[in-house]
């Protein structure tokens, strides 16, 4: 398997590729001086979101931040699995909220924070939040979140300067070059879906590595499948009101929440006794399953942040 640091990088290569190669018909078209005007939009942009984006998320979340005395056995999972991936120990938050979820967010590995919501608290044994704790230690380890805000640069600019080039040429077709003008910028709308589902698919393999990296933490797989099992049904019994309240965050949760209904058809299966939890036969009884997703669940899977939640769960099941 590919590491994620090259599959990252490859990534990263194609993005600003693309655009390197639409810069000659859009200095054409418009002026190498206004391309370059959208690109350090966006990147003041991007510099911005990177500024302030942890207090977004400890606004929207209503983080707060926890010590050893409030939450000892808490902390005292973070700091071994954090000792265990090399990486300074992160601030450790609890959200405020019912949805049962975690997440990892900070500018760099030494500004890392590792949050959980009181939902997922309540939801999960101790070897199942340590399991999530170790997926989100991941994250900060693989340094996946500040890659991520480098890649959705690119389908912003290609966003701007579509704009910008479909109202022109809109209001210019009486003048000299005002189709082309059109042309270039529905070129550019294109390009602008197809990173954006470079930027989804970067999402959804990080998410991967991410499973596997709370396995090479020390955390059984079928603890890591049992919480992801957990996560599906207790996000479902969720009101839509309170998903529809993180939706601008979920690429940060452990699962998509908005997707839990459609999930618990898929996992029906997997939970063999009806206890609740995937233990380590049921996780090797799905390992020897052959699983085929349908048409419609891979198109969904394409335009979604996180990978399908079967066959994620099945991933897992290859570290039993």
Known sequence: MLSLKFRMYLLVIIMFGIIYAVITVIGTAMGMENFYFYLTFALALMFIQYLIGP???????HVRYVDESNSPELHAMVEDLANRAGIPKPKVGIASTSLPNAFAFGRTISDGRVC??????????RDELKAVLGHEISHLKNRDVLTMTILSVVP??????????????SYGRRRQGGEYLALVGLAALLFYFITNLLVLYASRIREYFADRGSVLL???PSAMASALYKLVY??????????????GLKAFFLNDPS??????RELSHIDLDRSGTIDPDELQFLYSKKIQLSFSDRLLEILSTHPNMLMRIKKLSEYN
């Open 55 to 61: 207090k977004i998320v400890e606004w929207t979340m």
């Open 116 to 125: 959980v919501t009181e939902g997922i608290t309540k939801l999960l044994d």
């Open 156 to 169: 912003l600019v290609l966003y701007r300067i579509a704009w910008h080039l479909l109202f022109f040429g």
């Open 218 to 220: 020390g955390n059984a």
């Open 234 to 247: 207790g996000s479902a019994r969720m009101n839509k009101e309170m998903v529809r309240d993180v939706e």
């Open 259 to 264: 997707r839990a209904m459609n999930e618990i």
